[in-house]
T-cell receptor, first 109, second 114 residues
């Protein structure tokens, strides 16, 4: 399983764009990159998944450089309700993903 | 609501009690999972069921006993737990036999062992 490294915590202010970068230097050819969001006392929620270049949905964008050794989750114009833990997972469609400690994002007014 | 329902939401039990956690999904998913999340720790995968068959057991103590009677229901039977077993227990499901296509989690059961 590819190991991931992401910042333990980040602070931002309402209305700002937040970028959370995840390093996965030993990502394999078949691996996808998936991000989840977790609020306190709730289960994680799937945000976005990608393989290369850029993926965008109604919630976030995922940027993956050509070497795929890192990825960046971009949250446009965050609000207080985006305060949560964000997990970066790497793996392929045939294995169980392992959750790391994630990045605790605090959005301040 | 995510489509994965867990009951009860909160549970307090003594160390000699026997209780069960229930998880239900009607998403048509083929795999179901139990995760444990202790305070300030990452999620720990406990059990994986694929098409009602247990495919993974991550060295979980025998005081936790899973049961998957069909692809929509998953139980976690608890007996003689320890205070350190207090945690948020999360159930998840996925379409494929693993979580590669994305997990759908329930809201969890907050368990306190006294």
């Amino acid at each position: 399983l590819a190991k991931t490294t992401q910042p333990i915590s980040m602070d931002s202010y309402e209305g700002q764009e937040v970028n959370i970068t995840c390093s996965h230097n030993n990502i394999a050819t078949n691996d996808y990159i998936t991000w989840y969001q977790q609020f306190p006392s709730q289960g994680p929620r799937f945000i976005i998944q990608g393989y290369k270049t850029k993926v965008t949905n109604e919630v976030a964008s995922l940027f993956i450089p050509a070497d795929r050794k890192s990825s960046t989750l971009s949250l446009p114009r965050v609000s207080l309700s985006d305060t949560a833990v964000y997990y970066c997972l790497v793996g392929f469609h045939g294995q169980n993903f392992v959750f790391g400690p994630g990045t605790r994002l605090s959005v301040l007014p | 609501e995510t489509g994965v329902t867990q009951t009860p939401r909160h549970l307090v039990m003594g160390m000699t009690n026997k209780k069960s956690l229930k998880c239900e999904q009607h998403l048509g998913h083929n795999a179901m999972y139990w995760y444990k999340q202790s305070a300030k720790k990452p999620l720990e995968l406990m059990f994986v069921y694929s098409l009602e068959e247990r495919v993974e057991n991550n060295s979980v103590p025998s005081r936790f006993s899973p049961e998957c009677p069909n692809s929509s229901h998953l139980f976690l039977h608890l007996h003689t737990l320890q205070p350190e077993d207090s945690a948020l227990y999360l159930c998840a499901s996925s379409l494929g036999s693993t979580g590669g296509e994305g997990y759908t989690f329930g809201s969890g059961t907050r368990l306190t062992v006294v």
